[in-house]
């Protein structure tokens, strides 16, 4: 009966694929491997989904900031993503290098509407095949994990 | 598939049935909701919310069953009394002590009669109570996450039925015996029931603010059978009123040997006075065996504690608060009305509905003119004590619930009707027949100062021909009528789960905004999580293997474990790090004679497992949590000897 279930499940995924649109995603999500594919440098001028429509990154990072969102990447993110190899989710080690700043929390605090919505987020999902979970962060939680991900693209940390 | 034939068929049906329509009456008398618009009236369409909650009591199930009114569709069964394969209940290592008792693990019980906490006189959507029967019992379920916290035995009592109604503000809920039994138990004969027996009337104090119960003081009363309660309101706050049976003292074929008296009783305690004697230290300290058991929503773990010792208040120790009133005839309910002045019997034996006077009840008292004393409790004179009387309302009155627009509902067991009678006059007004024998029935907030009167719920006890026939046992079943206007209407009939005694119920906006999501990972103190996966381990003392596992939309970490040897005991301690509401996940493993584990979202849950056979054993997730929900699995290793150092794959 399951494995029923899961085929019918499956079928139903590549016909929505199939069907809305997914011809866009001419290669994978780009994060098998820590390099940026190329379509993604259109980031910048892609329409922003999601709540946070503008985030002011500093030009350095911030040091507590960055601590405190450690504490909450490990605790929330790190069942699925490592930094610098594909796990269930892609690697985030240079996350900050390829996504904006309100992507990366849009995705983290608004999942339900970057998935429905952002033309990556629909195509990392069809290589993926795991709908990523809200992991209930708050505002200020999620702009920590965005300092520790632009320090840890920086420095390694 | 609905094809052509079947549908034209489903056509003639449907004609037939509306020709049916016009000429039935409109009294329900039909047997079915066909009249008007009662379709329309439970239909709560795709996607739209019920207008109430009603927690109904599962009866012989010991569960609580939660369900939306008016469409009476089943949400929830809250484990309570008894085990929960399920849902782990009573099998993890977290609930196994909310089950423990003075006579140890008890996995069953019966429970009969839910009701909510109230502010004021009106139920505020915190906390429900309800009473295990048979090992006396009384349980508080939270209803932000709708779970039971606590559990709190009752000794002395034999059979907790008259339990758990609760005090205007909640101060008591009250625990009263069904069955006297010696107090202290001893070995005695059985026909020493009069000289021996006692009934103890025991009352919790509920904690305002976090809940948590404790017994503050039992009354030892006559060995008389104690049945149902309520408390005052208003100008009768101070008070509580049981009804009694049995005052034959019967203790042999009771259905004939305590139907005898003419009159039994309703007994008035004026709570209030016995919890000052209580605090003034009257009465003695009895040392005696009871559980108290409390869930922890930081450690998500429950503890047992085996207390010792009650205050007990004799008669003696309290002259002046309590009264009997005498009520024909074996009584059962016995309810306030929403004013607090009315104090409604029903006497399953009796020809009329007594309802008594609380401020007559008051002036009699202070005539001193008392019929007789029995163990000190002055017996009151009915007449002087009688508000009136509602005369032929039916057959076998049992159960009182009020509209707050000046009129009571009473359910007629024997002749299988609710009747709507004027607080007045004591004038029936109406009647209506349900289907069949009711027992208990509910208007929400039908037992509090502000009812909202616009539906009674009847539950019965016999369903014959109303269902589809599963064989020798029928579905136990509810109905809903409409009591909005002059005449009540059947709306519809619904199943319910174990067999329904009492039910309470309260607008949904009530609960629904205060309802949890999740677990807070940030806020759990369990003292086996493992709140990252990077945290997941494996541990071994003696022959105890310890796996701090993780669970993630969709894989388990570690999901490759060995090392395990036959004979070790296994704890299987696993963490939900999901974050987002509605995202369970399960855990089973092959062969445990044990549940699965249903852990809630940042929950910590502990399965315990003791394989028996050496061999590579799966787990998988239990509950469907995404596409690769199938691919949530893992497996343990079992060697017969070996090292017994375990290993798992780290990630």
């Known amino acids: ?157 | 598939m609905i094809t052509s034939r079947s549908f034209f068929r489903g056509c003639l049906t449907l004609i037939a049935a509306l020709s049916l329509v016009s000429c039935s009456k409109d009294d329900g008398s039909s047997g079915g909701a066909f009249s008007g618009d009662a379709a329309s009236r439970v239909y709560v369409a795709p996607g739209q919310k019920d207008e109430f909650y009603s927690f109904v009591s599962g009866g012989f199930s010991g569960q609580l069953a939660v369900y939306g009114i008016p469409s009476g569709r089943l949400f929830r069964v809250i484990p309570v009394f008894s085990v929960d394969p399920e849902k782990g209940w009573g099998f993890t290592e977290e609930t196994k002590p909310m089950l423990n008792t003075s006579h140890g693990f008890v996995p069953w019980d019966d429970s009969h009669h839910p009701d909510m906490s109230q502010t004021g006189g009106v139920a505020d959507g915190k906390w429900v109570f309800i009473n295990g029967n048979n090992t006396p019992r009384i349980a508080r379920i939270d209803l932000t996450d709708f779970r039971t916290k606590e559990i709190l035995e009752i000794p002395n009592s034999a059979g907790n039925h008259s339990s758990p109604f609760s005090t205007e503000n909640s101060e008591y809920v009250v625990s009263g015996t069904r069955f006297s039994v010696p107090i202290p138990q001893e070995d005695i004969s059985i026909t020493q029931y009069s000289e021996k027996f006692r009934g103890a009337l025991t009352f919790v104090k509920v904690d305002k603010t976090s809940g948590q119960m404790d017994i503050d003081f039992q009354l030892l009363v006559p060995g008389f059978d104690y049945d149902l309660a309520r408390a005052g309101k208003g100008p009768s706050h101070d008070w509580m009123f049981m009804s009694c049976y049995n005052t034959e003292q019967a203790n042999t074929m009771k259905e004939i040997n305590a139907s005898q008296n003419d009159k039994d009783f309703i007994i008035a305690i004026n709570w209030k006075k016995c919890a000052e004697l209580a605090a003034q230290g009257k009465g003695t300290i009895m040392n005696v065996d009871y559980a108290h058991n409390v869930y922890n929503d930081a450690t998500h773990s429950a503890t047992s504690t085996i207390k010792k010792q009650i205050r007990i208040l004799t008669t003696a120790d309290i002259k002046g608060a309590l009264y009997y009133m005498p009520t024909p005839k074996s009584p059962h309910g016995c309810d306030v009305d929403p004013s607090g002045e009315l104090i409604v019997g029903g006497g399953k034996l009796a020809t009329v509905i007594p309802v008594m006077s609380f401020s007559k009840m008051l002036k009699a008292i202070e005539s001193g003119k008392f019929d007789k004393e029995i163990d000190g409790i002055p017996v009151l004179n009915y007449k002087d004590c009688l508000a009136g009387e509602v005369v032929r309302p039916g057959l076998g009155p049992l159960h009182t619930e009020f509209d707050g627009k000046g009129y009571a509902y009473t359910s007629m067991f024997v002749s299988s009707e609710i009747v709507k009678w004027s607080l007045k006059d004591f004038k029936v007004v109406d009647r209506v027949p349900t289907y069949y024998s009711i027992g208990h029935l509910n208007i929400p907030g039908g037992n509090s100062t502000k009812p909202w009167g616009k539906y009674v719920i009847a539950y019965n006890k016999i369903t014959k021909d109303r269902y589809l026939p599963t064989g020798p046992e029928l579905t136990q079943s509810a109905q809903l009528y409409d009591i909005s206007g002059e005449k009540m209407k059947l709306l519809l009939d619904f199943p319910t789960i174990g067999e329904p005694h009492y039910a309470v119920a309260c607008p949904a906006d009530l609960i629904m905004k205060n309802s949890r999501k999740m677990y807070q990972l940030k806020e759990n103190k369990h003292p086996h999580a493992t709140l990252k996966e990077a945290d997941t381990k494996v541990t071994r003392s003696g022959n105890e293997v310890h796996v701090y596992m993780t669970s993630i939309r969709s894989h388990f970490s570690p999901d490759n474990i060995e090392g395990v040897k036959v004979g070790d005991k296994v704890y299987w301690h696993v963490t939900n790090l999901e974050q987002d509401w509605d995202v369970p996940h399960g855990f089973a493993v092959i062969g445990a004679n044990n549940s699965e584990l249903l852990i809630m979202p940042g929950e910590t849950c502990t399965l315990l497992w003791e394989p028996k056979r050496a061999g590579v054993f799966p787990f998988y997730c239990t509950d469907f949590c995404s596409a690769l929900h199938q691919e949530m699995q893992g497996y343990v290793r079992v060697s017969n000897g070996g090292s017994g150092q375990v290993t798992w794959n780290k990630k």
């Open chain 1, 1 to 157: 009966m399951k494995a029923t279930i899961y085929s019918r499940l499956l079928g139903l995924a590549m016909l929505l694929f199939t069907t809305a649109g997914f011809g866009a995603c001419t290669q994978d999500g780009g994060d098998k491997k820590e390099e940026a594919p190329s379509f993604m440098e259109t980031q910048q001028e892609k329409k922003t989904y999601g709540k946070i429509k503008k985030v002011d990154v500093g030009s350095t990072i911030d040091a507590t900031m960055a601590k405190s969102g450690k504490e909450v990447f490990e605790m929330k993110c790190t069942a699925c993503h490592k930094y610098d190899e594909r796990y269930v989710g892609p690697a985030l080690g240079k996350v900050t290098e390829r996504r904006t700043p309100e992507y990366i929390m849009n995705m983290i605090l608004d999942t339900e509407t970057m998935i429905e919505n952002d033309d990556t987020v629909k195509c990392l999902l069809q290589e993926f095949m795991m709908k990523m979970p809200n992991q209930s962060v708050d505002e200020k939680e999620a702009r920590g994990v965005l300092e520790h991900l632009r320090e840890h693209a920086a420095t390694g940390k």
